[in-house]
C-alpha cells in the first residue's frame, strides 16, 4: 500500500471502469440533461409567447415559437411609460437597501466574531431568536400600520428587507476566517475599532460583501409580499409586485399600458403579461450566471449552519 | 475600595460597566442591528395579545376586550385549525422527503458527469429557478396549466385528447403544488450535496474502485455513507420548520382561486387572508401564534437531537 505513494500519477490509470459505472454515467447525463431542460422550459414558453400575436395566443395557445414574431406587446408596455417608474422604484429599493443592509450586517458581523467582545454571545443569541420565535402576520402587520404608520410608504418595503439574522450570522462565518492577528496589529498601531473595521478587516471582506449583498439584491429586486401587504393605494409599484397585479387583476393590466395606444376592451392581455414577466425578470436572468457562485458558497455555508 | 471606578483605567476588577465602556465601540457597531431588530422583531411581541381580544379598531389592541381562550376555540372547533395544520404538515413531509431524495440523486448524477462544460450548463440552468419571485412562478405555471390557452392543453387537444380544466378543480393541486416546489427547490438544495460529495476525500473512492467496486458499489458504500451527516442535519432542520408553510408558492399558485385553495389551506394563507383581506386580525393572531409556539417547540426538540448526534451542528 505504502509503495503506492510513487506512482500517484498513476492511479487513474489502473482504475478500471465496470458495466455499472458507464451504465451510472449515461443514466447521469440523460437525467440530467432531462433536469436541467425542464427548469428552463417554463421560461422559454414565456419567452416564445411574448414575442406572439394575441390573435395566436388566443388561437395556439402559448408557444416556443411564435408563429408570427411580433414586438408589440413590448411596444404596448415601453410606450405604457409607467413601468420605468417601476424599475427606477425597485432599482432605488434595490441599492439603498442592499448597500445600507450590507454595512449593518458587516459591523455586527464582524463584532459578533470579535473574541475579546464580551457581549458577542448575549448579542448573538439576541439576534438569533428573532428567528426562532416570530409575532406573526396580524402583530406585525398592526405595528407597521397603526404604530409605525407605514402603510402606502416605500419605507414600508426598504426596511423589512434590509437586515436578517442569517445574513449577520452568514457575515459573522466569513469574518471568522480573517486572521484575528491583523484586528491585534490595528490595536498595537492604536487604531480604534471602528477605524480597524473600516480599513483592515471590510477590505478583507469583500466575499462576504458580495455574498451578502446578492442575497440582499435579490430579496429586493424579487419583492413582492410586503408590497402586498403595505403598498395597496401607490401608483407606482415595485416591479414584481407590478407584474403580480397585473397577472391577477385585469383593472391593473389596463392601467399598465396608456389608454391612447389601444382600445383598452380588446387588450392583448396574454402578450403584454408575458411581456412584462420578460421585462421584470430579464436583468436576473442575465446576471444571474456570473454570480451565482456566490450564492452557491452562501447556500453552502448557510445551510447546515442555520 | 473607592467607589468612584473610572472605567478606562486598566488594573480594575473587570465589572460590567467597565466591559461596557471597554467595548463601547463595539456596541456602537452591534447598535443599528439591535435597533433594527427590536424595531421589527421584537416590537410586534406585546401585539401577540391580540389573539386574546376582541378587536376593535377604535379602541386599539389593549383597549379591546379581553376574552380569553375565545378566539383559539373558535378556530379549533370549526375543524379549521387541524384541517390547516395538516395541510401544512402533509405538504412539507412531501417537500422534504421529495426534494432531498431528488437533490440526492441530482448531486451524486452531477459527480459523474466527467464533462465539465456540461456540468457546469446544467447546473446553472437547474439552478434558474431559484433567482425569480414566486410571482413569476404563478404566471409559469398558469402558462403552462390554464384551459386557455395553457401549453398542457394545446398539447392535449393536439393528441386529441379533452382539455384539462385545471383552474376549475382542486384535486389535482397538491401534486401540481409538490412537482412546483421540486421544479424550484432541486437547482438550490442539490447544490449543498454536490458540495459535501465534492469534499470527500477522492483517494478513497479511487482506491474502492482499484480493489473492484464497481459503480453502485461506489455510490452504496462511500459516497451516501459520507453524504449521511449532511442528509441527517438538513433533514431534522426541515422537520423543526414542519408548522411553516411556503407562502409564496401556495399563494401565487392558488391563493386568489377559492375553488383551488379550499383543497389545499395552508396556515400562512389561512392568516394572510384573515389579516389583508377580512381584517380578523384576533383570528389570524391566535392561528399565528398557535403556530409559532409549535414551531419554537418543534426547532428546540430539533437542535437537541442534533445536539447529540453532531454536536459541531448545532445551532446552540
Known amino acids: 500500500m505504502a509503495k503506492n505513494n510513487d506512482d500517484m500519477m498513476d492511479v487513474s490509470a489502473k482504475i478500471k471502469l465496470t458495466t455499472s459505472d458507464y451504465v451510472i454515467r449515461g443514466i447521469g447525463y440523460v437525467l440530467i440533461t432531462f433536469m436541467a431542460l425542464i427548469s428552463i422550459f417554463p421560461f422559454l414558453v414565456i419567452l416564445g409567447t411574448s414575442f406572439e400575436t394575441e390573435e395566436n395566443i388566443i388561437s395556439y395557445g402559448v408557444t416556443l415559437f411564435p408563429r408570427s414574431p411580433t414586438v408589440a406587446a413590448y411596444d404596448l408596455v415601453i410606450k405604457g411609460g409607467t413601468i420605468w417608474a417601476s424599475y427606477g422604484l425597485t432599482v432605488v429599493l434595490t441599492v439603498v437597501g442592499t448597500l445600507i443592509g450590507l454595512f449593518i450586517c458587516a459591523m455586527t458581523g464582524y463584532a459578533l466574531q470579535r473574541r475579546d467582545f464580551p457581549f458577542r454571545n448575549a448579542i448573538s443569541f439576541f439576534i438569533y431568536f428573532t428567528s426562532l420565535f416570530q409575532a406573526g402576520l396580524a402583530p406585525y402587520y398592526l405595528l407597521m400600520t397603526q404604530t409605525y404608520h407605514l402603510n402606502n410608504t416605500y419605507w414600508a418595503v426598504l426596511l423589512p428587507l434590509m437586515v436578517s439574522s442569517w445574513l449577520i450570522i452568514l457575515m459573522k462565518n466569513f469574518a471568522k476566517s480573517i486572521p484575528h492577528e491583523l484586528t491585534e496589529s490595528g490595536k498595537i498601531d492604536g487604531a480604534g475599532d471602528f477605524r480597524i473595521f473600516l480599513s483592515i478587516i471590510l477590505p478583507m471582506l469583500k466575499p462576504g460583501l458580495a455574498t451578502v449583498g446578492l442575497f440582499l ?29 397585473i397577472v391577477n387583476e385585469a383593472a391593473a393590466l389596463k392601467n399598465s399600458v396608456a389608454a391612447q395606444y389601444v382600445n383598452v376592451s380588446n387588450l392583448p392581455s396574454e402578450s403584454l403579461k408575458m411581456a412584462t414577466a420578460m421585462m421584470t425578470t430579464g436583468p436576473i436572468i442575465f446576471l444571474y450566471p456570473f454570480v451565482q457562485r456566490y450564492f452557491i458558497g452562501g447556500i453552502t455555508v448557510g445551510a447546515v449552519k442555520g | 475600595m473607592s467607589k468612584v471606578i473610572n472605567p478606562a483605567l486598566p488594573g480594575r476588577k473587570t465589572t460590567f460597566g467597565r466591559k461596557f465602556w471597554n467595548s463601547r465601540v463595539l456596541l456602537l457597531m452591534c447598535l443599528p442591528a439591535i435597533v433594527y431588530f427590536i424595531a421589527f422583531s421584537y416590537a410586534p411581541l406585546p401585539g401577540i395579545y391580540v389573539a386574546f381580544v376582541n378587536y376593535n379598531y377604535r379602541l386599539g389592541i389593549f383597549g379591546s376586550q379581553f376574552v380569553g381562550l375565545k378566539n383559539f376555540e373558535f378556530v379549533a372547533n370549526s375543524g379549521k385549525l387541524w384541517m390547516l395544520t395538516s395541510n401544512t404538515i402533509l405538504f412539507n413531509l412531501a417537500f422534504i422527503l421529495l426534494d432531498n431524495l431528488v437533490a440526492v440523486v441530482v448531486a451524486i448524477l452531477l459527480k459523474e458527469i466527467q464533462s465539465k462544460m456540461f456540468r457546469k450548463v446544467s447546473q446553472t440552468m437547474m439552478f434558474l429557478p431559484y433567482f425569480i419571485s414566486q410571482v413569476l412562478v404563478g404566471l409559469l405555471v398558469y402558462s403552462l396549466l390554464n384551459s386557455d390557452t395553457g401549453f398542457l392543453n394545446s398539447v392535449l387537444t393536439q393528441m386529441g385528447a379533452a382539455p384539462l380544466r385545471l383552474y376549475k378543480n382542486g384535486d389535482p393541486w397538491p401534486f401540481i403544488i409538490v412537482m412546483v416546489h421540486l421544479w424550484q427547490k432541486t437547482g438550490y438544495n442539490s447544490v449543498v450535496y454536490f458540495a459535501a460529495i465534492m469534499g470527500i476525500d477522492q483517494e478513497v473512492i479511487e482506491a ?109
Open chain 2, 208 to 316: 474502492s474502485m482499484i480493489d473492484g467496486a464497481n459503480g453502485w458499489q461506489k455510490i452504496r458504500y462511500i459516497i451516501l455513507p459520507s453524504l449521511r451527516p449532511t442528509i441527517v442535519i438538513l433533514l431534522l432542520f426541515a422537520l423543526g420548520g414542519i408548522v411553516k408553510g411556503d407562502f409564496g408558492l401556495f399563494w401565487n399558485l392558488v391563493g386568489r382561486n377559492p375553488i383551488l385553495y379550499q383543497k389545499v389551506d395552508i396556515i400562512e394563507m389561512f392568516v394572510y387572508r384573515a389579516t389583508v383581506s377580512d381584517f380578523n386580525f384576533s383570528t389570524a393572531s391566535a392561528v399565528g401564534l398557535y403556530q409559532s409556539l409549535i414551531g419554537f417547540v418543534l426547532v428546540l426538540a430539533v437542535n437537541g437531537v442534533v445536539k447529540k448526534l453532531e454536536p459541531d451542528y448545532s445551532l446552540f
Open chain 1, 217 to 245: 439584491a435579490l430579496g429586493y429586486w424579487n419583492e413582492w409580499y410586503q408590497s402586498s401587504l403595505f403598498l395597496q393605494n401607490m401608483s407606482v409599484l415595485p416591479l414584481q409586485y407590478r407584474l403580480y397585479k
